[in-house]
Each structure stands twice: as C-alpha cells, then as structure tokens.
C-alpha cells in the first residue's frame, strides 16, 4: 500500500524553526520527486519546495528561499523540510507529494499525496 505521512508540524513562535518529515512506503522513493506543498486558511494551495528523483535538484517558493532547506534520504525513504525564522505567514498545512521520475513537482501531475501536518507559527 502506497502510503506517504507526514510529521513533525506544531505551534512555534515566529523566528523559530520546525523541520517536518515525509515518510514514504509501498514504492521506491528514489524514483520519485517529492515536493512539499502548503495550504494556508483560505488561500489555495501552493508548492513550497521540491527535490528531484535525480541528482537531488531542489528548487523552493520565493516566499521561502534561504529560510526553508529540502533533503532526502532515500535509505530511510524520508524527505525533509527544514524551516527556519518561521513567519506568522507560513501557517498552514504542509503536505508532501511524490511524482515519478519528475524534478519539478508540478502540483496537477504528482501521483501521490499525504494527508498533511498542520504548522502555525503565533506568539
């Protein structure tokens, strides 16, 4: 059974720092682009980060570059997100997505998702 959880969301002041995990059952991470993708309330959803199947290409939202870093491991078949000084704005539910053999993860092609981990960042 395919299955994908994610882990590791919560309530940290803004400047703080989360890192979520991405885990990943029943196929081959390795082959597969994984991205991270978020859901603020009200807005629709958008990618945040993705990390290709190959070479381990990354690219990130403009919202989150230099603060947000993707990472596999595909021995652990686990992709990460670590999210550094945290805004109010980056509040939401961060699911992560896996398309086979992408590198950019568009949204509408990804084949599978998990069911997300919610992240709100308040004092």
């Known amino acids: 059974q395919v299955q994908l959880v994610e882990s590791g969301g919560g309530l940290v002041q803004p400047g703080g720092s989360l890192t979520l995990s991405c885990a990943a059952s029943g196929f081959r991470l390795a082959s597969y682009a994984i991205g991270w993708f978020r859901q603020a309330p009200g807005k629709e959803r958008e990618r945040v980060s993705c990390i290709s199947s190959n070479y381990g290409r990354t690219n990130y939202a403009d919202s989150v570059k230099g603060r947000f870093t993707i990472s596999r491991d595909n021995a652990k078949s686990t992709v990460y997100l670590r999210m550094n000084s945290l805004k109010p704005e980056d509040t939401g539910v961060y699911y992560c997505?896996?398309?086979?053999?992408?590198?950019?993860?568009?949204?509408?092609?990804?084949?599978?998702w998990g069911k997300g981990t919610l992240v709100t960042v308040s004092s």
């Open positions: 997505a896996a398309d086979w053999g992408g590198s950019s993860c568009p949204e509408r092609v990804m084949d599978y």
